[in-house]
C-alpha cells in the first residue's frame, strides 16, 4: 500500500511542480511518509520516476483493455480507443504540466525508438482485441497503425481531427482508417493479390 500511495504522490508533485523541481522530500510529504520509507521503495528519483511509468503503463493498459472490450464493431474498437487516448491525456494532470513546462522530459520517450516502443507497447495492447475484428495477419499492422495515428495526433494537433471530439475521430476512422483495413483485407484474402 506505500509503494501505491507513493507513486500517487508523485503524480500529485509532477502535476504541481513538474520533475525537474520535484524532490524526493516533496513525494515523501505528500505520501504522508518518511524519505526512509519511500527509498525502501525506491533508491532515489530516477527509480522513482521509473516506478511511476511503469505504473502508469500498466493503469493505462488495463483501462484500454476495458475501453476495448465494449467494442461490438471494428469502427466502434477504433473510435473508441481513439477519443480514449484523447480524454485521458485532457484528464492526465501530470502529463500535460510536465509536457507544457518541461517537455525535454516526455518527448523523448515519445520520439524515436523511444516513441517507436510505445507505439509496440500499444499495438501489443491493442492485439487481442483487434483479432475478434481482422484475420490474425492484419493485426499487428493494425495495431501499429493506430497506435500511430493516436500517438500523432496527441504530439501533432490538427485542425481536422481532435482525439477529444468524438465526431471528428469518426469521421477519420469512417474516411481512412476502415477503408484502409477493408484494402489490406482484400489483398490478403485467397485469391488476393499484394498491391
Known amino acids: 500500500m506505500a509503494e501505491e500511495q507513493i507513486l500517487d504522490a508523485a503524480l500529485e508533485c509532477f502535476a504541481r ?12 510529504q505528500v505520501a504522508g511518509c ?25 493503469r493505462l493498459g ?3 483493455d476495458e475501453v476495448a472490450a465494449e467494442a461490438a464493431t471494428l469502427e466502434e474498437l ?10 485521458e491525456f485532457e484528464r ?12 525535454e522530459v ?12 510505445v507505439i509496440a507497447v500499444g499495438s501489443l495492447l491493442l492485439a487481442p482485441h483487434l483479432f475478434r475484428f481482422l484475420a490474425p495477419e492484419q493485426v499487428a499492422a ?8 493516436a500517438l500523432n495526433y496527441l504530439c501533432s494537433p490538427s485542425e481536422y481531427v481532435s482525439l477529444t471530439d468524438e465526431e471528428s475521430v469518426r469521421r477519420l476512422v469512417r474516411t ?14 485467397p485469391g488476393g493479390q499484394a498491391a
Request: include cysteine; glycine fraction near 8%.
Open 62 to 64: 488495463s483501462q484500454l
Open 17 to 28: 511542480f513538474g520533475v525537474s523541481k520535484t524532490t524526493v522530500e516533496d513525494v515523501a
Open 78 to 87: 477504433a473510435v473508441g480507443v481513439l477519443c480514449w487516448v484523447g480524454d
Open 92 to 103: 492526465h494532470a501530470a502529463l500535460r504540466h510536465v509536457l507544457t513546462v518541461e517537455p
Open 34 to 58: 518518511s524519505r526512509a520509507t519511500l527509498y525502501r521503495y525506491f533508491p532515489g528519483k530516477k527509480a522513482l520516476l521509473d516506478g511511476v511509468m511503469r505504473a502508469e503503463i500498466r
Open 106 to 117: 516526455v518527448l523523448p520517450h515519445l520520439t524515436f525508438d523511444e516513441g517507436n516502443r
Open 176 to 189: 481512412f482508417v476502415l477503408p484502409g483495413l477493408e484494402k489490406s483485407s482484400a489483398c490478403l484474402s
Open 142 to 149: 493494425a495495431g501499429e497503425w493506430l497506435a500511430r495515428l
